[in-house]
C-alpha cells in the first residue's frame, strides 16, 4: 500500500463575472460541469464533476499571482492582467492558448471635444489616467508623446471629467461607457483577449493530467 499523501486536485484560477461565464462552454467540452455560481454562493473553492479539478475564484489582476506562485496550477487572465503582471514578474507564466473570449480592446479616450491630435503634434505633456501604466507607458513612448500617468484602480472614465487627467487608457467593448460619459475613444492600443495561463512547474510535473483540458480548451476555443 502507498503512503504517499494524495495529490492535491488540479487547481484553476478564474475571476467572477464575464471570464467565469466565459470558460464555462470551456470546460464543458472538456466534460466538466460546475457544481456553484459564485455570484450566488460566494464560496471561493468550487468543485467540479472532475473529482481532480478544482476551481478558485480570485480578483481578474490576482490571476496570474496565483498561478504563478503555484497556488493555482493554470488561470485564465486578460492580456491586459497579463501584460501588467509581466512588468514586475516577466517570463513567470506559461501562455500557450488564446481562448478568445472576454474579447476587447485597449484604448485611449478623451472628453469629446478635447483635440487630442492637436495636443500630439503639439508636444503637450499629457496627464493620462489607468489601471494599465505598463501597457501605456509602452503605447505613448513609442509614439514618442510625454505622459504623466496616474495609476488608478477603476472608474478611468471619470478622469477626465473632473479634471484629474486630459485621457485615459481603458479597456472597450461596445462603447457605451465612454458615450454614457461623453468620452470618445482617439486611439487603438491592442485588442485584447483572455489567456490560458499554467504554472511552469505544473507544466512538468502533472502534464498528464493538464494535457487532456490543455487540448479540449485550444479546440473549444478556435
Ligand atoms: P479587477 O477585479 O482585478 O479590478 P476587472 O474588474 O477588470 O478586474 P473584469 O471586469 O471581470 O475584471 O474583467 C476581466 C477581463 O475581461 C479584463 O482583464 C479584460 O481582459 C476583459 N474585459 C474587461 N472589460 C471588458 C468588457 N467590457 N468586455 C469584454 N471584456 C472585458
Ligand atoms: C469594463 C471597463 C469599461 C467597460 C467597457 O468595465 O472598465 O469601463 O468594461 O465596456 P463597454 O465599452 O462595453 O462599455 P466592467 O463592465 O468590467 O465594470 P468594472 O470595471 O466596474 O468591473
Excluded: W
Excluded at 159 to 186: C, E, F
Amino acid at each position: 500500500m502507498s503512503t504517499q499523501a494524495p495529490a492535491r486536485p488540479l487547481t484553476m484560477a478564474l475571476s467572477k463575472g464575464r471570464i467565469f461565464e466565459e470558460t464555462l462552454p470551456l470546460l464543458a467540452a472538456a466534460g466538466v460541469q460546475v457544481s456553484e455560481d459564485p455570484e450566488k454562493s460566494r464560496k471561493l473553492i468550487i468543485e467540479t464533476s472532475n473529482p481532480n479539478l478544482r476551481l478558485i475564484i480570485v480578483r481578474a489582476s490576482d490571476v496570474p499571482t496565483y498561478v504563478e506562485y503555484g497556488a493555482a496550477d493554470l488561470g485564465i487572465a486578460g492580456k491586459d492582467v497579463l501584460i501588467e503582471h509581466a512588468a514586475s514578474h516577466p517570463g513567470g507564466l506559461y501562455q500557450p492558448i488564446d481562448l478568445n473570449i472576454a474579447r476587447c480592446r485597449l484604448a485611449v479616450a478623451v472628453r469629446n471635444g478635447f483635440d487630442y491630435p492637436a495636443a500630439v503634434r503639439q508636444g503637450a505633456r499629457l496627464r493620462v489616467a489607468t489601471k494599465y501604466v505598463t501597457a501605456a507607458r509602452e503605447h505613448f513612448a513609442a509614439k514618442g508623446v510625454y505622459v504623466d500617468l496616474i495609476k488608478l484602480y477603476g472608474s478611468m472614465e471619470l478622469a477626465p471629467l473632473v479634471g484629474l487627467a486630459d485621457a485615459i487608457v481603458d479597456v472597450v467593448s461596445t462603447g457605451n461607457t465612454l458615450r454614457a460619459n461623453d468620452l470618445v475613444a482617439v486611439e487603438d492600443i491592442m485588442p485584447i483577449s483572455s489567456r490560458l495561463i499554467v504554472n511552469r512547474a505544473a507544466l512538468k510535473t502533472r502534464q498528464a493530467e493538464l494535457q487532456p483540458l490543455l487540448d479540449a480548451f485550444e479546440s473549444a476555443s478556435r
